[in-house]
């Protein structure tokens, strides 16, 4: 080694990088074994005939082409078909944008409800919290119950004394109030998140911004509109993209809920029946690519506005 | 001399006014269809097999009755159903999880957080991507890929409690890397110079100074992994056949497809997962609320 060479390995600069290295490299060598590689690997198998049959032997599976994307493409659970049969692609694309605008409508409601102060208001915050962390399991069991079709299923008795309805209804068994249901539940159970969002942001706003606008002579409404939406807007946009992805990605809740029936399938969970019912592996990866390159354009606008802006 | 005595709705008249009314009466909804489906689900747990099969739903249970917990917990119920087992199988996953995720994360943040490489923002921002990729992607060829390695070195990638939890550090590091990056960054850098200095080395500071500032993002970043493990579904499901080596989540969910319904069953299953981390919440929401907003709990 030259002494040149010897003093920039030496060099306090080159020392504290190996040292960042070398703490980093299990973290790295967990995420790129256990993400990246699989990542770019299901891009592998859904080129091939990956099925139960050859998975022991699955670098020797036969290369298909786009024989798995075209047999997506054309399954009758994948492609729109008509108002009653969406297909997997549009239920998806309709169920995250309903649900994530849903959610943040309500968690910007909650955030007001919260950013005044009352007593007991961190009981009442913690007590608003429960719904996002209590085990989706359970979440989802007990909506199903209290949506129980028989007469002893509490929303059937509420409407049936009402004199809303005449007999029970089977509510996730419904095709349209289905989708309509599961995007309601989405919403009890996510608008936590946007809330505590929204109410760090709200906290940050300058109260003088409110003292003048009441100088001005502007009343409630327009206060909202001017000073709190405005200040909201950025935290909005964010959280509206960051739900979008991970409502996009979300397999648990619908699977736990209907099973994917009653036109609620999802690509998630098509990509599971395909995957793991059908055991036609290359098929159910050729439909995760096709679920990621629609998150991808999410994740691009993302990217492009949420993380630059972080980094300014 | 005649003071007007007033009455309870004559004070209350007196106090409310729109803004107050329409406060109350979105906070009173809001607390009932949040608190409502916990209420059911205790509740029903400690109904009779009667009592929740009945016409008519029992909106107060008469009696504290334990016929679920009987049937979850005591061998000599004719439909015993193991959950302790289950409870134990879930510890088992979620207790290494956190563990594991939070000491790799610890070294891993402190580089981010702390020293200067090449790469490091690529890094940090490639690990944050991938926290948004959807779980279905990779199970396929994680179960592809695990099946492989797994006939080659002999361990079976079913019913293995060890390649589960493998595969739930892939979603608890990501988010641990986050949580800790940031708060490690709020640490004055001064203090650690100063270590330095005295002649402590980079891993004498963070065991002596980085670390002790740190306990209380580390209970949270702890729990949150713990968490993530405790409730995950999705993996299990496809990871595990054999009724044994069931987690929580994956037994409930078989309770509740039982050819014979037992909806007060799953519900007592269901409180007894749920109520651990609903407490945790209500003892420790302030230092917990803040990894919230930071996606401690994917989803």
Same mark, same amino acid.
């Given at each position: 080694?030259?002494?040149?060479?010897?003093?920039?390995?030496?060099?306090?600069?080159?020392?504290?990088?190996?040292?960042?290295?070398?703490?980093?490299?299990?973290?790295?060598?967990?995420?790129?074994?256990?993400?990246?590689?699989?990542?770019?690997?299901?891009?592998?198998?859904?080129?091939?005939?990956?099925?139960?049959?050859?998975?022991?032997?699955?670098?020797?599976?036969? &290369? @298909?082409?786009? !024989?798995?994307?075209?047999?997506?493409?054309?399954?009758?659970?994948?492609?729109?078909?008509? @108002?009653?049969?969406?297909?997997?692609?549009?239920?998806?694309?309709?169920?995250?944008?309903?649900?994530?605008?849903?959610?943040?409508?309500?968690?910007?409601?909650?955030?007001?409800?919260?950013?005044?102060?009352?007593?007991?208001?961190?009981?009442?915050?913690?007590?608003?919290? &429960?719904?996002?962390?209590?085990?989706?399991?359970? @979440?989802?069991?007990?909506?199903?119950?209290?949506?129980?079709?028989?007469?002893?299923? @509490?929303?059937?008795?509420?409407?049936?004394?009402?004199?809303?309805?005449?007999?029970?209804?089977?509510? /996730?068994?419904?095709?349209?109030? *289905?989708?309509?249901?599961?995007? &309601?539940?989405?919403?009890?159970?996510?608008?936590?998140?946007?809330?505590?969002?929204?109410?760090?942001?709200?906290?940050?706003?300058?109260?003088?911004?409110?003292?003048?606008?009441?100088?001005?002579?502007?009343?409630?409404?327009?206060?909202?509109?001017?000073?709190?939406? *405005?200040?909201?807007?950025?935290? /909005?946009?964010?959280?509206?993209?960051?739900? /979008?992805?991970?409502?996009?990605?979300?397999?648990?809740?619908?699977?736990?809920?209907?099973?994917?029936?009653?036109?609620?399938?999802?690509?998630?969970?098509?990509?599971?029946?395909?995957?793991?019912?059908?055991?036609?592996?290359?098929?159910?990866?050729?439909?995760?690519?096709?679920?990621?390159?629609?998150? *991808?354009? &999410?994740?691009?606008?993302?990217?492009?506005?949420?993380?630059?802006?972080? !980094?300014? | 001399?005649?003071?007007?005595?007033?009455?309870?709705?004559?004070?209350?008249?007196?106090?409310?006014?729109?803004?107050?009314?329409?406060?109350?009466?979105?906070?009173?909804?809001?607390?009932?269809?949040?608190?409502?489906?916990?209420?059911?689900?205790?509740?029903?747990?400690?109904?009779?097999?009667?009592?929740?099969?009945?016409?008519?739903?029992?909106?107060?249970?008469?009696?504290?009755?334990?016929?679920?917990?009987?049937?979850?917990?005591?061998?000599?119920?004719?439909?015993?159903?193991?959950?302790?087992?289950?409870?134990?199988?879930?510890?088992?996953?979620?207790?290494?999880?956190?563990?594991?995720?939070?000491?790799?994360?610890?070294?891993?943040?402190?580089?981010?957080?702390?020293?200067?490489?090449?790469?490091?923002?690529?890094?940090?921002?490639?690990?944050?991507?991938?926290?948004?990729?959807?779980?279905?992607?990779?199970?396929?060829?994680?179960?592809?890929?695990?099946?492989?390695?797994?006939?080659?070195?002999?361990?079976?990638?079913?019913?293995?409690?060890?390649?589960?939890?493998?595969?739930?550090?892939?979603?608890?590091?990501?988010?641990?890397?986050?949580?800790?990056?940031?708060?490690?960054?709020?640490?004055?850098?001064?203090?650690?110079?100063?270590?330095?200095?005295?002649?402590?080395?980079?891993?004498?500071?963070?065991?002596?100074?980085?670390?002790?500032?740190?306990?209380?993002?580390?209970?949270?970043?702890?729990?949150?992994?713990?968490?993530?493990?405790?409730?995950?579904?999705?993996?299990?499901?496809?990871?595990?056949?054999?009724?044994?080596?069931?987690?929580?989540?994956?037994?409930?969910?078989?309770?509740?497809?039982?050819?014979?319904?037992?909806?007060?069953?799953?519900?007592?299953?269901?409180?007894?997962?749920?109520?651990?981390?609903?407490?945790?919440?209500?003892?420790?929401?302030?230092?917990?609320?803040?990894?919230?907003?930071?996606?401690?709990?994917?989803?």
């Amino acid at each position: 080694m030259s002494l040149l060479t010897k003093q920039r390995w030496n060099s306090s600069r080159a020392r504290e990088a190996r040292l960042a290295w070398s703490l980093i490299s299990p973290t790295a060598l967990i995420v790129f074994g256990l993400i990246i590689f699989p990542a770019i690997f299901s891009i592998w198998v859904s080129f091939h005939d990956v099925g139960l049959h050859n998975l022991n032997d699955v670098f020797h599976a036969p &290369f @298909v082409g786009f !024989e798995n994307y075209s047999k997506v493409f054309n399954d009758f659970a994948f492609k729109f078909q008509d @108002v009653q049969n969406w297909g997997a692609a549009v239920t998806s694309v309709v169920y995250s944008f309903a649900s994530t605008i849903l959610t943040i409508a309500v968690g910007l409601i909650a955030s007001l409800l919260l950013n005044r102060p009352f007593r007991g208001r961190g009981l009442t915050r913690a007590i608003f919290l &429960f719904p996002y962390v209590a085990p989706i399991v359970s @979440v989802a069991f007990v909506w199903k119950w209290i949506l129980d079709p028989r007469p002893s299923g @509490v929303l059937n008795d509420i409407l049936m004394r009402l004199g809303l309805i005449d007999a029970p209804q089977a509510y /996730l068994a419904t095709r349209g109030l *289905a989708l309509a249901l599961v995007i &309601f539940i989405q919403a009890w159970r996510y608008f936590p998140f946007a809330m505590l969002m929204i109410l760090a942001r709200l906290q940050a706003i300058d109260n003088t911004l409110y003292e003048a606008a009441e100088v001005d002579g502007a009343n409630t409404i327009q206060k909202f509109k001017h000073i709190t939406l *405005a200040e909201l807007r950025y935290v /909005l946009g964010a959280i509206f993209l960051l739900r /979008l992805m991970w409502t996009f990605n979300k397999f648990d809740d619908i699977y736990l809920l209907t099973g994917g029936g009653f036109g609620t399938r999802v690509l998630p969970v098509l990509t599971y029946q395909f995957s793991f019912q059908m055991f036609d592996f290359g098929r159910g990866a050729a439909t995760a690519m096709i679920l990621l390159m629609i998150v *991808a354009v &999410f994740m691009a606008f993302y990217v492009a506005i949420v993380m630059k802006k972080v !980094e300014e | 001399m005649s003071t007007e005595r007033k009455n309870f709705i004559g004070h209350l008249a007196d106090w409310i006014t729109w803004p107050r009314f329409i406060f109350a009466a979105t906070m009173i909804f809001f607390l009932t269809s949040i608190l409502f489906p916990f209420y059911w689900m205790v509740s029903s747990s400690f109904k009779t097999r009667a009592e929740i099969g009945g016409r008519e739903p029992v909106y107060i249970p008469s009696a504290i009755r334990l016929d679920a917990y009987d049937e979850l917990f005591n061998p000599d119920n004719p439909s015993y159903q193991k959950f302790g087992l289950n409870i134990i199988n879930t510890l088992k996953v979620s207790i290494p999880t956190a563990i594991i995720a939070v000491i790799l994360a610890i070294f891993g943040s402190y580089a981010i957080a702390r020293l200067r490489f090449k790469g490091k923002n690529a890094l940090l921002n490639g690990i944050l991507l991938v926290y948004l990729f959807p779980g279905v992607l990779l199970i396929i060829p994680l179960f592809a890929m695990l099946a492989q390695i797994g006939d080659r070195l002999g361990f079976d990638v079913q019913d293995n409690l060890g390649v589960l939890i493998f595969t739930y550090l892939a979603q608890t590091i990501p988010v641990a890397l986050y949580m800790l990056t940031n708060y490690f960054r709020t640490i004055p850098d001064e203090i650690e110079q100063a270590a330095l200095i005295d002649g402590c080395s980079r891993l004498g500071v963070i065991w002596r100074v980085t670390l002790p500032l740190s306990i209380p993002a580390l209970v949270s970043v702890s729990i949150y992994t713990f968490m993530i493990a405790w409730n995950e579904f999705l993996y299990a499901l496809v990871f595990l056949n054999d009724h044994a080596m069931f987690t929580m989540p994956i037994k409930i969910n078989t309770i509740f497809n039982d050819p014979s319904p037992r909806p007060h069953v799953v519900m007592a299953a269901s409180t007894i997962m749920t109520i651990p981390i609903v407490l945790l919440f209500l003892a420790l929401e302030r230092y917990l609320t803040e990894g919230l907003t930071a996606g401690g709990v994917k989803g």
